[in-house]
């Protein structure tokens, strides 16, 4: 064995960067959910070669000031939290402070950003973790980064990359996603030059599912809004001619986030289940709003997964919603969401 000794900061942030940053697709969604963050209501992202050689994510948000540019790129730094009770009331996607760090110890990353009340906004170009250029530059309000040659320092991450075709199919999967479950906002997705998806961001759930999934599935779809004691949703469930062989089209947000939760989806599934034959699934675009105290976003570095609080409360509550919503009587009961 050899002596124990502390790693240095470029190694350590390498070997973290592993947990948030796995592939083109996790890029994208790190930086999407900071223009989120940031209050954008236009995002473009724009890939090439499946994201690997390059990703551009620009906003129309509120920009970083030019004396905290560095700040956003060091390691558990963050805007949107300052102590561990924040978690508590948390509505941003981000928190942990590790994204752009992470991305930019294993990537070629370029920045620039401009809040409204800056005359000039900031380009910053970072390399594997190291500061090459920062300097100011005229640009609009807002922020651009391009990625480029993710994990060109990490030979053995690179080696696990898909073929660009497939991951571009992950990307596309995502921003899907985040068009369905944001139709509040406008999405342009740009992959090798080609504009995949556009999506108007006028706030009509139903438009959006007609982008992602066609016409027949946004007239197959039939609005839900029922509301219990702290849990609030809304959103479409298909009807049951909808039903599909596989859960890709079962869709859940949770206080904006796209969460997979098998609680809530075996609800849904046997609130379905006289309806839809066995081994068909349903199609729905669920928005759950609850309290934040009585969900744990930050089980997983990437943040895909909750624990709830109450799991059997929470099977009842999407159980009751879509059986109510079968039987015609809608009841919005007054919400408890801002005691
Ligand atoms: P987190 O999102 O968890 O705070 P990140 O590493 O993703 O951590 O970002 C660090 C900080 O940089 C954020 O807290 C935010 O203040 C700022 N930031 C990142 N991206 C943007 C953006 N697109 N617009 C405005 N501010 C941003
Ligand atoms: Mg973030």
Known sequence: MQK??????????KIAAGEVVESPKSVVKELTENAMDAGASTVTVEIREGGTSYIRVTDNGCGIPKDQVKEAFLRHSTSKLSQIEDLEHIFTMGFRGEA??????????????????????????????????????????????????????????RKFLKKPATESSYVSDLMNKLALGHPEMSFCYINNGASILHTSGNGDGRASVFYVYGKEAANAMMEISYAKGDYRVTGLIGKPELSRGNRNYENLFINGR???NSIVSSAVEDAYKT??????????????????????????????????????????????????????????PRANLEK
């Open 100 to 157: 752009l760090a992470s991305i930019a110890a294993v990537a070629q990353v370029e920045m620039t950003t401009k809040t409204k009340d800056e005359e000039m906004g900031t380009l910053i170009q970072i390399s594997g973790g190291e500061v090459k250029t920062i300097q100011d530059v005229a640009c609009t309000e807002g922020t651009t980064v391009v990625v480029q040659n993710l994990f060109y320092n990490v030979p053995a991450r």
């Open 275 to 332: 309806r839809i034959m066995i081994g068909k699934f349903p199609v729905y675009v669920l928005n759950l709003e609850v309290d934040p105290s009585l969900v744990d976003v930050n089980v997983h570095p990437a943040k895909l997964e909750v624990r709830f609080k109450n799991d059997d409360e929470v099977y009842d509550f999407f159980y009751d919603a879509i059986s109510s919503a079968f039987s015609g009587q809608v009841l919005i």
């Open 258 to 260: 796209f969460i997979k």
């Open 4 to 13: 124990i000794q502390l790693l240095d900061q470029k190694t350590i942030n």
